[in-house]
Nanobody
């Protein structure tokens, strides 16, 4: 059981940067593998980045590689998504998701592999 709250979204010009935060409730945050997903209007929710419970393993969708960085601070019960070189096609609602990891190094990239979701934060990139 975990409650997730995203923040840090906003309006940014193409080429700019944003850092999203996802604050988690509970006392077992380090047990959860975490992911970031995004969904634009009329589009399917898609994977962006994921990180294992211990923070040692990460994975990124191709569109995020080289531009986005996922990280976590288990002492603060927070996962981050640093987004650089933003493009208009990055415009979407970004969601944080959590799943109990089978192992400390477990990582998940599938939407249906996650049981817990935040409310989302809007990211709008203007051209």
């Amino acid at each position: 059981q975990v409650q997730l709250v995203e923040s840090g979204g906003g309006l940014v010009q193409a080429g700019g940067s944003l850092r999203l935060s996802c604050a988690a409730s509970g006392r077992t945050f380090s047990r959860y593998a975490m992911g970031w997903f995004r969904q634009a209007p009329g589009k399917e929710r898609e994977f962006v980045a994921a990180i294992s419970g211990n923070g040692g393993n990460t994975d990124y969708k191709d569109h995020a590689k080289g531009r986005f960085t996922i990280s976590r601070d288990n002492a603060k019960n927070t996962v981050y998504l640093q987004m650089n070189s933003l493009k208009p096609e990055d415009t979407a609602v970004y969601y944080c998701a959590a799943e109990e990891g089978r192992y400390y190094y477990s990582i998940y990239v599938g939407i249906h592999e996650y049981d817990y979701w935040g409310q989302g934060t809007q990211v709008t990139v203007s051209s």
